[in-house]
Antibody, heavy 124, light 104 residues
């Protein structure tokens, strides 16, 4: 079964660092892009960016450039989203999703598989 | 950046009704427009990609159309389980603001 499994909920204080994970299985993880999506409480979906695990090529939304960092570990088929200094406004659900495209071609230009989400709460 | 305008932001309809949601992009995205369904507390689910291709397993009452800058998601006979928020997305990036569909 193709799936993305995300790490569990986090509660942090402002200024702390955090790294959440998204582990892929059932497919060739390194060959397909992984996207990150934020959903603040009661709000819509916001595209944060994408990373290609095969070579860590990364594209950030201008809204999130410099605020977060994407990375990937090919050996464990895991993508990461990290913050160096959290703010209360980072409180949100974060989803990873597979973009069903390689670097050469697209089978579906869409996020076809989604993780279950990781809730991040930042509060003093 | 491409701007996405989704309308309406919410609607209420009866079981069996035909429902139409529109998504307009600020510049042409060809057919690279995707529709997702999200139910409360759940991750989004892919419904339609490439503007009109139904994802495997999605009921045929869902359909998509359009190209360029104007796109439509249609539910031909609304069912109780279709109560959800629907989002459009251009290519692999920007999402529309969402349309909340409620059952009367």
């Amino acid at each position: 079964e193709v799936e993305l499994v995300q790490s569990g909920a986090e509660v942090k204080e402002p200024g702390e660092s955090l790294k959440i994970s998204c582990k892929g299985s059932g497919y060739s993880f390194t060959n397909y892009w992984i996207g990150w999506v934020r959903q603040m409480p009661g709000k819509g979906l916001e595209w944060m960016g994408i990373i290609y695990p095969g070579d860590s090529d990364t594209r950030y939304s201008p809204s999130f450039q410099g605020q977060v960092t994407f990375s990937a570990d090919k050996s464990t088929s895991t993508a990461y989203l990290q913050w160096s200094s959290l703010k209360a406004s980072d409180t949100a659900m974060y989803y990873c999703a597979r973009r069903y495209c390689t670097k050469a071609s697209c089978y579906k230009e869409a996020f076809d598989i989604w993780g279950q989400g990781t809730m991040v709460t930042v509060s003093s | 950046d491409i701007q996405m305008t989704q309308s309406p932001s919410s609607l209420s309809a009866s079981v069996g009704d035909r429902v139409t949601i529109t998504c307009r992009t600020s510049q042409s995205v060809s057919v690279y427009l995707t529709w997702y369904q999200q139910k409360p507390g759940k991750a989004p689910k892919l419904l339609i990609y490439s503007a009109s291709t139904l994802q495997s397993g999605v009921p045929s009452r869902f359909s998509g159309s359009g190209s360029g800058t104007d796109f439509t998601l249609t539910i031909t006979s609304l069912q109780p389980e279709d109560s959800a928020t629907y989002y459009c997305q251009e290519r692999y990036s920007t999402f529309g603001g969402g349309t909340k569909v409620e059952i009367k």
